[in-house]
């Protein structure tokens, strides 16, 4: 007997453009006012950034001017290249590259919305019918179903920091989406165009991020279509696989024939591939279970309970597609060889859709505690957003201010009226939002995650206006940049340096600092990067056998580690 029960005024869908609005208060903010940051994001834009300034070669083999990045696949830098190509002059290229994540994360939130509503309307995910009548239509259960899983999908906290990154990660787990996508409409239709959808998605994936997680969902899939219909399994091998084949391998052949700068990015590709499996590690196990609490949430609790709750429908496509989907993902990241958050990042879009299923069948008191718990929880952190972000502008709390410039040392607050009054009408919205749930207690299926979603929105709205130039000074290496351009001096000259993928990216784009390409070149000029825990007072190294003689020293401020010197030959 299928578990749910449902009147017609319980699915009630969300209008279009609340949703669209949605998505938007969640993606901007955070794209806009704001440099590059540290690591991945500053990384993402330096390889967009020498796309769109470079040539084919640079195209064909990514890097960012002269330090080799071919590891992950060209597809996100491709976007953001051509985002900074058309837009770069009216925006400038830093916004123009983010341009790019915006689009990734709609096409995911597009893509789970339409799965979920698939999946929804199909017999097998009807409720009983009444005996006497009122339940709901399949089309109108299907879309508020589709609702509850994209409301899911935002209230993610683990999806906050990667979907507003330049960083193949964000445009990861957008096309892991669309596969399911694909995915679903194959098991549905079972027709050739299906199949090839979905072997142009998972071809998209693999020029993504590699060809781990694609390989991983194709055999998933492959497994779960040999117990259902012999048909998909034929699609899936013949027509699938050999699409994904063609549309990624284009790449990798022309990389081969003009072999950009002497090489080819394909044996640093393969060897990275290869290096995201391994045995499962008490280090992964441990990121796996401990991060994945709150990186999934709020979504694993519905998943979990709508694997239960439908545990006798348990060959249901609205079960098994997304299921398989999530246990593809979860074993990947259980024998991953490093304990990374991007590696959780796939499994977002299945856990978001299987959740959804388990709205309609959770009893009325979890989905009170679940709305309390986001209400307390969220609540809590917008307060603290606020008490900070006044602390730092008046002195009071003088501990909690004092904290802040500990952290951020030389930073100068400034009051933007515009942020502060958007950050005011977003707490008198979740004010609003919080009244209209405990008042009216709505009977909509997607009632049990509004708050969670929108409790998320208003923090991170509120980071992004009120504390954005507070992160930004702290993330950014402009500063240093700038100093460091200051002393160098004017001419045709190469710098060889150590310093990483982020920081060569930031000095590149914000003082024009002009390192050596491919390190190839006997350079006048040396930056090194180290600890501040190194050694202090010294004024000439030796490096690659010859003598250098310091020039210049600094670092960002709100780093008391990291440290840059600037040397000039001697010898």
Same mark, same amino acid.
């Given at each position: 007997?299928?578990?749910?029960?449902?009147?017609?005024?319980?699915?009630?869908?969300?209008?279009?453009?609340?949703?669209?609005?949605?998505?938007?208060?969640?993606?901007?903010?955070?794209?806009?006012?704001?440099?590059?940051?540290?690591?991945?994001?500053?990384?993402?834009?330096?390889?967009?950034?020498?796309?769109?300034?470079?040539?084919?070669?640079?195209?064909?083999?990514?890097?960012?001017?002269?330090?080799?990045?071919?590891?992950?696949?060209?597809?996100?830098?491709?976007?953001?290249?051509?985002?900074?190509?058309?837009?770069?002059?009216?925006?400038?290229?830093?916004?123009?590259?983010?341009?790019?994540?915006?689009?990734?994360?709609?096409?995911?939130?597009?893509?789970?919305?339409?799965?979920?509503?698939?999946?929804?309307? =199909?017999?097998?995910?009807? $409720? !009983?019918? &009444?005996?006497? *009548?009122?339940?709901?239509?399949? %089309?109108?259960?299907? +879309? @508020?179903?589709?609702?509850?899983?994209?409301?899911?999908?935002?209230?993610?906290?683990?999806?906050?920091?990667?979907?507003?990154?330049?960083?193949?990660?964000?445009?990861?787990?957008?096309?892991?989406?669309?596969?399911?996508?694909?995915?679903?409409?194959?098991?549905?239709?079972?027709?050739?165009?299906?199949?090839?959808?979905?072997?142009?998605?998972?071809?998209?994936?693999?020029?993504? =991020?590699?060809?781990?997680? $694609? !390989?991983? &969902?194709?055999? *998933?899939?492959?497994?779960?279509? %040999?117990?259902?219909? +012999? @048909?998909?399994?034929?699609?899936?091998?013949?027509?699938?696989?050999?699409?994904?084949?063609?549309?990624?391998?284009?790449?990798?052949?022309?990389?081969?024939?003009?072999?950009?700068?002497?090489?080819?990015?394909?044996?640093?590709?393969?060897?990275?591939?290869?290096?995201?499996?391994?045995?499962?590690?008490?280090?992964?196990?441990?990121?796996?279970?401990?991060?994945?609490?709150?990186?999934?949430?709020?979504?694993? $609790?519905?998943?979990?309970?709508?694997?239960?709750?439908?545990?006798?429908?348990?060959?249901?496509?609205?079960?098994?597609?997304?299921?398989?989907?999530?246990?593809?993902?979860?074993?990947?990241?259980?024998?991953?060889?490093?304990?990374?958050?991007?590696?959780?990042?796939?499994?977002?879009?299945?856990?978001?859709?299987?959740?959804?299923?388990?709205?309609?069948?959770?009893?009325?008191?979890?989905?009170?505690?679940?709305?309390?718990?986001?209400?307390?929880?969220?609540?809590?952190?917008?307060?603290?957003?606020?008490?900070?972000?006044?602390?730092?502008?008046?002195?009071?709390?003088?501990?909690?201010?004092?904290?802040?410039?500990?952290?951020?040392?030389?930073?100068?607050?400034?009051?933007?009226?515009?942020?502060?009054?958007?950050?005011?009408?977003?707490?008198?919205?979740?004010?609003?939002?919080?009244?209209?749930?405990?008042?009216?207690?709505?009977?909509?299926?997607?009632?049990?995650?509004?708050?969670?979603?929108?409790?998320?929105?208003?923090?991170?709205?509120?980071?992004?206006?009120?504390?954005?130039?507070?992160?930004?000074?702290?993330?950014?290496?402009?500063?240093?940049?700038?100093?460091?351009?200051?002393?160098?001096?004017?001419?045709?000259?190469?710098?060889?340096?150590?310093?990483?993928?982020?920081?060569?990216?930031?000095?590149?784009?914000?003082?024009?600092?002009?390192?050596?390409?491919?390190?190839?070149?006997?350079?006048?000029?040396?930056?090194?990067?180290?600890?501040?825990?190194?050694?202090?007072?010294?004024?000439?190294?030796?490096?690659?056998?010859?003598?250098?003689?310091?020039?210049?020293?600094?670092?960002?401020?709100?780093?008391?580690?990291?440290?840059?010197?600037?040397?000039?030959?001697?010898?």
């Amino acid at each position: 007997m299928k578990p749910v029960r449902l009147p017609a005024a319980a699915t009630q869908a969300l209008p279009r453009a609340a949703l669209f609005a949605l998505c938007l208060l969640y993606i901007v903010p955070g794209l806009i006012g704001r440099d590059p940051w540290k690591t991945d994001d500053a990384a993402g834009f330096g390889i967009m950034w020498t796309m769109a300034h470079g040539s084919l070669e640079d195209w064909l083999f990514p890097h960012i001017v002269g330090l080799p990045m071919a590891e992950k696949g060209p597809l996100a830098y491709w976007i953001g290249a051509v985002c900074i190509k058309l837009f770069g002059w009216l925006m400038g290229d830093a916004l123009a590259a983010r341009i790019a994540p915006a689009g990734f994360f709609l096409l995911g939130s597009m893509a789970v919305w339409y799965t979920t509503y698939l999946l929804g309307r =199909r017999q097998e995910a009807q $409720p !009983l019918k &009444l005996a006497f *009548g009122g339940q709901p239509e399949p %089309s109108d259960y299907g +879309r @508020t179903l589709a609702d509850g899983a994209l409301l899911i999908f935002l209230g993610c906290l683990g999806l906050l920091l990667h979907s507003h990154s330049t960083s193949t990660e964000a445009l990861q787990v957008s096309m892991v989406a669309f596969c399911l996508y694909a995915a679903t409409t194959l098991f549905e239709k079972c027709s050739l165009r299906a199949a090839a959808l979905l072997g142009l998605s998972m071809g998209l994936l693999v020029l993504s =991020r590699g060809w781990v997680v $694609p !390989l991983a &969902l194709w055999l *998933g899939l492959l497994s779960l279509a %040999s117990f259902r219909e +012999r @048909t998909i399994v034929l699609r899936l091998v013949a027509v699938t696989f050999p699409v994904a084949i063609a549309v990624a391998s284009p790449w990798l052949i022309a990389s081969n024939i003009v072999r950009p700068f002497g090489s080819t990015p394909y044996d640093a590709w393969m060897l990275w591939n290869y290096g995201q499996l391994g045995l499962p590690s008490y280090e992964t196990l441990r990121n796996f279970f401990k991060n994945g609490i709150w990186f999934a949430w709020p979504a694993w $609790p519905f998943a979990g309970w709508a694997v239960y709750a439908w545990r006798r429908q348990y060959q249901a496509p609205h079960i098994t597609i997304p299921l398989t989907f999530f246990i593809a993902c979860a074993l990947l990241a259980l024998f991953h060889t490093r304990s990374e958050d991007g590696v959780l990042l796939p499994m977002l879009p299945p856990l978001a859709i299987l959740a959804a299923f388990g709205l309609p069948t959770m009893k009325r008191g979890a989905i009170n505690a679940v709305d309390w718990f986001s209400v307390m929880t969220l609540t809590t952190c917008a307060g603290f957003i606020w008490i900070g972000w006044i602390a730092k502008q008046t002195g009071w709390p003088a501990q909690i201010a004092k904290n802040a410039f500990k952290l951020a040392p030389g930073f100068k607050p400034e009051f933007n009226l515009l942020a502060f009054l958007v950050a005011v009408f977003a707490s008198i919205g979740w004010v609003l939002l919080v009244r209209w749930r405990v008042a009216r207690r709505p009977s909509v299926l997607w009632r049990a995650v509004v708050l969670s979603s929108g409790g998320v929105i208003l923090c991170w709205l509120l980071l992004m206006t009120l504390w954005l130039p507070w992160i930004n000074y702290g993330k950014s290496y402009a500063s240093v940049a700038h100093q460091l351009a200051e002393r160098l001096p004017q001419g045709k000259y190469c710098i060889n340096t150590n310093v990483g993928p982020a920081q060569r990216a930031s000095f590149v784009y914000f003082g024009e600092v002009p390192f050596s390409q491919f390190h190839d070149a006997d350079c006048r000029f040396l930056l090194l990067q180290d600890s501040k825990r190194g050694r202090d007072n010294i004024k000439t190294v030796q490096y690659g056998g010859s003598k250098w003689r310091l020039l210049w020293e600094g670092r960002r401020p709100s780093d008391k580690d990291e440290r840059f010197r600037l040397f000039e030959r001697l010898n």
